[in-house]
């Protein structure tokens, strides 16, 4: 079974523009999560979605944004970049009947310069 | 709110050695507690997993995890490390009311060095 996909691995964008970020989960996982790592503040938790449908969401501004399509796959978007948005973002799928764990993508690097 | 402590930022250990990763958690109710190991350039594994039933959990790679609830702690531990061990360790917990959906709360990393 194919494990969860991202695009693109690595980018670099300019304070002030937009960047999206793809996650393919894996087949029959309906769970998608998003999260921001970087060395200052460890990894946290940006988003859930599930049926298309964002379930909970963590401490992070507006400029951050997903969704979720009927395929499962989910894209986030980062607004108005700001340096501080540097980081490596990691996307995780997971059944979501019972307590299972989450797999996790390569992530994307992103570098806003 | 969950929280999640690792308390030693690195953890030195000669090939062969015990290894052990600690974690202490915060949580109300009883914890589903994760441990997910990350190689450089790349996404988390996952380890293993406490949910409920026998306090000793074994996983993958050798890794098996100790559940203490008086001590709310999660410890990781192998019992002979290898120099492929090398890697960025990290605990979570996820809230068992299920409120947060899947949402894990990290611990801040445990770098482990297997010397040989």
């Known amino acids: 079974k194919a494990g969860v996909t991202q695009t693109p691995r690595y980018l670099i964008k300019t304070r002030g523009q937009q960047v999206t970020l793809s996650c393919s989960p894996i087949?029959?996982?309906?769970?998608v999560s998003w999260y921001q790592q970087t060395p200052g503040q460890g990894l946290q938790f940006l988003f859930e979605?599930?049926?298309?449908?964002?379930?909970n969401k963590g401490n992070f501004p507006g400029r951050f944004s997903g969704r979720q399509f009927s395929n499962s796959r989910s894209e986030m978007n980062v607004s108005t970049l700001e340096l501080g948005d540097s980081a490596l973002y990691l996307c995780?799928?997971?059944?979501?009947?019972?307590?299972?764990?989450?797999?996790f993508g390569p992530g994307t690097r992103l570098t806003v310069t | 709110a969950q929280s999640v402590a690792q308390p030693e930022d690195q953890v030195n250990v000669a090939e062969g050695n015990p290894l052990t990763v600690k974690c202490t958690y915060s949580?109300?109710?009883?914890?589903?507690l994760f441990w997910y190991v990350q190689y450089p350039n790349r996404g988390l594994q996952f380890l293993l997993k406490?949910?409920?039933?026998?306090?000793l959990v074994k996983g993958s790679y050798g890794f098996e995890a100790e559940f203490n609830k008086s001590q709310t702690s999660f410890h990781l531990k192998k019992p002979s490390a290898l120099v492929s061990d090398s890697a960025l360790y990290f605990c979570?917990?996820?809230?068992?009311?299920?409120?947060?959906?899947?949402?894990?709360?990290f611990g801040g990393g445990t770098r482990v060095l297997v010397k040989p």
């Open positions: 995780a799928s997971s059944l979501d009947q019972g307590v299972f764990e989450q797999y």
């Open positions: 087949s029959g996982h309906r769970s």
């Open positions: 979605y599930f049926s298309e449908t964002q379930r």
């Open positions: 949580v109300s109710g009883n914890p589903y």
């Open positions: 406490y949910i409920t039933g026998d306090n």
């Open positions: 979570a917990v996820r809230d068992p009311s299920g409120a947060a959906g899947n949402k894990l709360t």
